[in-house]
């Protein structure tokens, strides 16, 4: 049973293109959040929702909009792909508004724009 | 700049060896975490210790954390080659409203048979 399952897996486009990650927990957490992780694995949170509220958004650029249809989900798409969004992508969850607790990772989605 | 850094970035061991990996931070924090991310996978929760702790045991697990020095250390005893992974520390750190969990670029750590 999958607590925190995000889709695709594995995602390769071109440049200019515009494309969504899917993220779902069945852990009945109140916060999501999306991280990236670069090439050195670097882990830098993107957003973070608690209860379909948007609490966190670093600097992100305008092309990356996540959205909350519920507090399961937690989608990102993602406008305009650029070279420099390849990595991977993983979606999170916790407890809690306060984003200091225990967070249970996704498997992660590696996007390649080529 | 990163809050959490981990040093080494890269180990290697033989089995049976104990690792030692440590992260440096730069502000108060909250609490301190351990993570683990096989290759390919996601990263998995190992062990959170709180700012007024100073050492925690999980299994094979010990952490220590030295708010003074802002350092943390984790170490894995009697290592298996199934503890091959990157291992990460996060720093939850709240100022205002803002609440956050921060990660470092991890240690990879090899054990070899």
């Known amino acids: 049973d999958t607590a925190v399952s995000q889709t695709p897996k594995y995602l390769v486009t071109q440049m200019g293109n515009d494309k969504s990650i899917k993220c779902e927990q069945n852990?009945?957490?109140?916060?999501m959040y999306w991280y990236k992780q670069d090439s050195k694995k670097f882990l830098k949170i993107m957003f973070s929702?608690?209860?379909?509220?948007?609490?966190i958004n670093e600097t992100v650029p305008n092309r990356f909009s996540p959205k909350s249809p519920d507090k399961a989900h937690l989608n990102l798409h993602i406008n305009s792909l650029e070279l420099g969004d390849s990595a991977v992508y993983f979606c999170?969850?916790?407890?809690?508004?306060?984003?200091?607790?225990?967070?249970?990772f996704g498997e992660g989605s590696r996007l390649t724009v080529l | 700049s990163q809050q959490g850094e981990e040093d080494p970035q890269a180990l290697s061991i033989q089995e049976g060896e104990n690792a030692t990996m440590n992260c440096s931070y730069k502000?108060?924090?909250?609490?301190l975490q351990w993570y683990r991310q096989n290759s390919g996978r996601g990263l998995v929760h190992l062990i959170l210790?709180?700012?007024?702790?100073r050492e925690k045991h999980s299994g094979r697990l010990r952490v220590t954390l030295d708010t003074s020095k802002k350092s943390s250390s984790l170490l894995i005893t009697a290592s298996r080659a199934a503890d091959t992974a990157s291992y990460f520390c996060a720093t939850a750190i709240s100022s205002g409203s803002a609440r956050q969990l921060t990660f470092g670029s991890g240690t990879q750590l090899t054990v070899l048979p």
């Open positions: 852990l009945g957490h109140d916060t």
């Open positions: 999170a969850s916790s407890q809690g508004p306060g984003n200091t607790g225990e967070l249970f």
């Open positions: 929702y608690n209860n379909k509220e948007l609490i």
């Open positions: 210790i709180r700012s007024n702790e």
């Open positions: 502000t108060s924090i909250n609490n």
